[in-house]
């Protein structure tokens, strides 16, 4: 269900009052006709977006990993984004991406992405886990942005993501999750265990686990949103999270990072706000009626699972 896909989910997020930025993962694993139509919806929204210019809904042109795109279709799909926003696509999370660059391009998967011009400062880069120290200097070098997913690269065995020294040299990398979870509080506890697991050192991470996810992801958003985003001061996105939480040692802003790593889950969190407008009030959505809502979405998914089993629920 491809073409109308990201207007459907803008929808949804205009009606809720969310934040977001969307893409649609171009691939060339289900043929020629739905790759064709992921381009064209790639393209489409973008080009939505851009003459609407709304704060709260942008574009990304997506991708999937690289072994799954030809250099055509990198091809296309540079030409129908023509520059008009930045590209969104998994790099190197496991070795087989890297070898099949290597076999069939010719080259390492970053410098790929470099010949084909999608590198750049609106261009984000999940994973990056087999990367290369000159691979790394071409992400600084173009400006480039990286997302880490802990959980997800953990829960897939395909390493851990050499972070720490990818910040080193500069580069801009935020925290994220790949879908394995809804719950950010649960990356930032497993990026510092897998960072220190594979480091084999019990004394680094803790600082850029905490600038990744409230400064770094803030700097992403900034790349293609105008409102300030991640503090609180006039003039900044008014978006808010009011967390259900009994501290049992001193609590200050000196050590709410310790607080929220080892005391906090996503469950605390009781009040959410986006922009100025409440969305969720002491634990109940405001405005949604979440039951209705759970009993379609569970219909709709018998459905779905059934027909992709071949039985009827």
Known sequence: EIPGSLFAIRDVCRELGMRAC???????????????????????????????????????????????????????????????????????????DVYDSLRNYGCRPVNRLLNHGILGEKTILGHCIHINPAEMEILRETGTMVVNNPESNMGNAVGCSPVLQMMERGILVGMGTDAYTHDMLESLKVFLLIQRH???????????????????????????????????????AADVVVMDYKPFTPFS????????????????????????????????FVGIDEDAINAWTLEQSKKLWGALNRRSY
Not at 208 to 232: C, H, S, T, W
Request: glycine share 10%.
């Open 22 to 96: 969307l893409c649609y993962e171009v691939s060339d694993r289900d043929g020629e006709e739905k790759c064709g139509e992921a381009i064209r919806e790639n393209a489409d929204f973008a080009k939505w977006a851009r003459e609407q210019d709304d704060d709260m809904i942008r574009a990304m042109f997506g991708g999937h990993a690289l072994f799954t795109l030809s250099d055509r279709t990198f091809a296309r799909m540079v030409e129908a984004n023509n520059g008009m926003t930045g590209f969104h696509i998994h790099v190197a999370e496991g070795m087989n």
């Open 198 to 236: 594979n480091a084999c050192r019990p004394n680094v991470g803790w600082c850029e686990d905490m600038q990744m996810l409230f400064r770094n992801n803030a700097a992403i958003g900034a790349r293609y949103f105008r409102k300030p985003l991640g503090v609180l001061k006039p003039g900044a």
């Open 253 to 284: 802003e000196e050590n709410i990072d310790g607080h929220m790593l080892f005391g906090m889950m996503g469950k605390n969190c009781r009040t959410t706000i986006i922009n100025g407008k409440v969305l969720y009030r002491d634990r109940e």
